[in-house]
């Protein structure tokens, strides 16, 4: 039976990227039909009916469906898999957190809809920033759905910081394993190499470089995306889609043994973040849309620092929306 992913802001820059790959069956794999189910704001339902000839046109043999909508309610009926996507990038000089309180009435709604509407074992993946924060928002409006089916996305983050160390050690990320992102999508994150592998081989002595870690590697990946927009004018979309389908691919279909990615993902009070915070963790995925918080990770005081400052950002946000949060 075809699976129905809901994509929202499927007309902006990140929509044009994710939805070409969904339809190739790059989540669900290539015996698995989609329906795609696109929400829009009513000014933009105009731009996204281009998008939907677009997918036409491109004869996925996979694609079973393309449904266009303003409406919630809509876009998400009977969803198996919701991107929330719409909602503002910053701009220039700005933080991602300046945006929770012009995205983060968005959530409210949505949340409530994917509560009435949405399949029940439904996976709800926040994209739009600041996003660990609009996930809290969406998963508190949308109580019916368990908070094991909410996560916000870090993967982002993750492949930057595999990326980084692949570069400087002269590999390919594809041999960088075990990078953690703790904390916020934000740039308080700790990218963490401390329990990275480079080819089976513990990346901090591949590296040889402690200053380098904790310096320019640090800052690389806590500031990705303000370089990204910086350069392009616009903040990143081809990356932000191809981590999006990375991060759904491993829920639904599995990390491999012994490895995990980074979601951020309801905090159950371990590593000492407070329980219910929407933190980003490695998680192990076993491939049915479940995700198990890997235990027991140490810390040098360095990193512990590092993610304390991201996990008390995250309280902060918590806070300043906490009339976001329904009773
Ligand atoms: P964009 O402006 O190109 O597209 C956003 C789209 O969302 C627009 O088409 C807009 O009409 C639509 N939209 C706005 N409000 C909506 C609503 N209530 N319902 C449905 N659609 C709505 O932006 P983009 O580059 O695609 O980025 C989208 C979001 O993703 C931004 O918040 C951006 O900061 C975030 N982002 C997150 C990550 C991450 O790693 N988590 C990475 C990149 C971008
Ligand atoms: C990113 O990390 O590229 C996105 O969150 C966009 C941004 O505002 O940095």
Known sequence: MAKRVAVTGAAGQIGYSLLPRIAAGEVFGPDTPVILQCLEITPALGSLEGVRMELDDCAFPLLEGVVCSDDPRVAFADADLVFLVGSKPRGPGMERNDLLRENGPIFIGQGQALADVAAKDVRVIVIGNPCNTNCLIALNNGRRIAPGQWSAM?????????????????SLARDVKNVVIWGNHSNTQFPDWTHATIQGKPAEGQVNDLPWLQGPFLKTVQERGKAIIDARGKSSALSAASAGIDHARLLMNGTSKGEWTSMAVVSDGSYDVPAGLLCSVPV??????????????????????????????????????KDLLGS
């Open 154 to 170: 870090t993967q982002l983050d993750h492949n930057r910081a595999q990326a980084q160390l692949a570069g400087k050690t002269g």
């Open 284 to 321: 192990e995925c076993p491939g049915d849309g479940t995700y198990r918080i890997v235990k027991g990770l140490e810390f040098q005081p360095f990193g512990r620092e590092k993610f304390d400052a991201s996990v008390k950002e995250l309280v902060w946000e918590r806070d300043t929306v």
